[in-house]
């Protein structure tokens, strides 16, 4: 079965530090995609980060960078110089080409000023 | 460009009732995919829908059903409703042309079910 898996429920972070959060998939697909959704407490759930799985290169966008590890199947999420703004809950979202993604349980992160 | 909306944003049922949400997507997207998210559950996907076809389904109970118009407005209905069926129901839209296109997620209807 294709899951993903959110193993840190809640996490915090002081202002400005970096964090990682971590996710991990199973899958016996070799190509795919795999994204980072944040749900602020408003609840609109936006992308953060996409990956696809053909590329090697981590893909980055301004302060959010992945560490993608094909083979041991491992997606996280770093946060550089975190911001107040950027608590929310976290979600990894595997989509393998079948027109479903598949969300892992989330991550909380609270920033501490 | 108005983003994905969903009506109504609350909704209190008792048990045995039905209900419909509705959705309402992104103009020019075609593809509109409805979730459940609980605590603890994350979002569990239910169905995706593109030009009014149904492409793919997750592992609910028939009690739910969607469908979805011609001009790509999706509507999700449960019969006989559980208090298990209390939850965050979300709709996200996208273009639809491949699987791997963002969603474009709405604001939720928080449905309770007494």
């Known amino acids: 079965a294709q899951t993903v898996t959110q193993s840190q429920p809640e996490m915090s972070v002081q202002e400005a530090e970096t964090v990682t959060l971590s996710c991990t998939y199973d899958?016996?697909?070799?190509?795919?995609?795999l994204f980072w959704y944040k749900q602020p407490p408003s609840r609109q759930m936006i992308l953060v980060i996409r990956q696809e799985a053909y590329k090697q290169q981590n893909a980055t966008e301004n302060r959010f960078s992945v560490n993608f590890q094909k083979a041991a199947k491992s997606f996280s999420l770093k946060i550089s110089d975190s911001q107040l703004g950027d608590a929310a809950m976290y979600f990894c979202?595997?989509?393998?080409?079948?027109?479903?993604?598949?969300f892992g349980t989330g991550t909380r992160l609270k920033v501490l000023a | 460009k108005a983003g994905v909306t969903q009506t109504p944003r609350y909704l209190i049922k008792t048990r045995g009732q039905q209900v419909t949400l509705s959705c309402s997507p992104i103009?020019?997207?075609?593809?509109v995919s409805w979730y459940q998210q609980t605590p603890g559950q994350g979002l569990q996907f239910l169905f995706e829908?593109?030009?009014?076809?149904?492409?793919n389904k997750g592992n609910f109970p028939g009690r739910f059903s969607g469908r979805q118009f011609s001009n790509s407005r999706s509507e999700m209905n449960v019969s006989t409703l559980e208090l298990g069926d209390s939850a965050l129901y979300l709709c996200?839209?996208?273009?639809?042309?491949?699987?791997?296109?963002?969603?474009?997620f709405g604001p939720g209807t928080r449905l309770t079910v007494l």
């Open positions: 899958t016996s697909e070799s190509d795919y995609y």
């Open positions: 829908y593109f030009s009014e076809t149904q492409r």
């Open positions: 979202a595997y989509i393998p080409g079948t027109y479903k993604y598949i």
């Open positions: 996200a839209s996208s273009w639809g042309g491949d699987s791997y296109n963002e969603q474009f």
């Open positions: 103009s020019g997207h075609r593809s």
